[in-house]
């Protein structure tokens, strides 16, 4: 497990005694919202970025020293909203965009959270917009992350495919035909999602509905990143449910009419704790509307998001609930043992 975790997790796994660790790191635990590209170690990063050569004019925009100031800014990821978090991406994009380094960072998401004696969560669904790459397609790329994927036995992790709402219509038709055609090869793709910047694309056409429904019918589950930030308009909420997710992301500004479909749909919520207050969604723990679910008894699922920029871990997520405050939310054991059972019965398998 990465020991370079900071911020709100560090302080919060700082106030637990060897015994409350302990506890957090045996329990079966499932890591449901961790997106590729956002969850690779910096070493793996720093490693990238000093044998980067911009080879493909297409792929590597950035000259050695931009990519060295990017992996800076990386290293002190620091927001003043959420709209700021996407831009850094397209430095993490140019190091992995060869089917080397794509390899090698998979290679190292799947043992971050899946190796060691006490690994960080018992199963993954790894998640990854594909990319076009140097001489690889969208195809290649699933193909190229699901080889690493499948080295692990079937109960530990499996594949989520992602829509970036910035696509075009063709586009997201050609990542639903590929989710498709994997699944019924037999491959581990177990759902799609809808990520990216949340203000981006149009979330009424029809072409985005036709990618949902095709997804369900070829046996995919769906899981949507919605009202991530107070600027989603309540009418795409509502939208955006009409697509029957199974699960949803964030979930942070539902108003009332979508949160009583939500309940009564029981949708599951994938809750990431520190990505909401370091992309100031959510002031405070306190504030946070995981309140409002565990208060309802409805299932969630507390997650990561992204390790890479965030610098947190699973462990510190869980660190988050038990935590007094104002370090955490200061559940007791048997409720944080219970979210963690309502995060594996939340699983696409
Ligand atoms: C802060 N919360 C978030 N909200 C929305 N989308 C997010 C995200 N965190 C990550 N991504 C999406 O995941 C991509 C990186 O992984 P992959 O290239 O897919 O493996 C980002 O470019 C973004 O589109």
Redesign the pocket.
């Known amino acids: 497990m990465s020991a370079d975790i900071r911020g709100h997790v560090a302080e919060a796994l700082a106030t637990l005694s060897p015994s409350q660790i302990d506890f957090l790191r045996r329990l079966p635990k499932a890591e449901l919202h961790a ?4 969850s690779i170690p910096l070493p793996i990063i720093r490693e990238f970025a000093k044998e980067y050569k911009p080879i493909s004019p297409q792929f590597h925009k950035y000259s050695v020293e931009q990519i060295q100031d990017g992996v800076k800014q990386l290293e002190d990821f620091n927001l003043e909203n ?1 709209y700021g ?2 831009g850094p ?1 397209a430095i993490i ?1 140019a190091l992995t965009s060869t089917k080397e380094n794509l390899q090698k960072a998979t290679r190292a998401v799947l043992a971050e959270f899946l190796d060691g004696e006490t690994p960080q969560c018992s199963y993954l669904e790894l ?3 594909p ?1 076009e790459a140097v001489e690889m397609t969208r195809l290649d790329y699933v193909q190229t992350v699901l080889d690493e994927v499948e080295k692990y036995p079937k109960d530990r992790t499996a594949l989520i495919v ?1 829509l ?1 709402r910035k696509m075009k219509p063709e586009v997201m038709q050609e990542v639903i035909d590929i989710a498709k055609k994997l699944r019924s090869e037999g491959r581990r793709v177990v759902g799609v999602d809808l ?4 203000l981006a694309g149009d979330m009424y056409s029809q072409s985005v509905a036709k990618c949902f429904e095709e997804a369900r019918n070829a046996g995919l589950k769906v899981t949507l ?1 919605i009202a ?1 930030t107070m600027d989603n308009p309540a009418q795409e909420n509502i939208q955006l449910l009409s697509y029957k997710p199974n699960r949803l ?2 979930a942070t500004f539902l108003n009332d009419e979508a949160n009583a479909i939500v309940l009564q749909e029981k949708i599951a919520i994938e809750i ?1 704790l520190s ?1 909401n207050l370091l ?1 100031k969604t959510v002031s405070t723990l306190d504030a946070h509307h995981i309140r409002y679910y565990l208060k309802n008894d409805h299932p969630v699922a507390i997650c990561t ?2 390790i890479l920029p965030f610098r947190n871990s699973l462990l510190g997520e869980y660190a988050l609930l038990l935590a007094k405050a104002p370090y955490g939310l200061g559940l007791s054991e048997d409720e944080v043992a219970r979210i963690a059972q309502m995060s594996m019965e939340s699983r696409f398998v």
């Open positions: 997106h590729l590209n956002g959420i978090f996407f991406f994009y998640r990854s917009t990319r992602s970036d990520c990216g910047d949340p990143h991530e992301g964030h990431c990505s992309c998001d992204d």
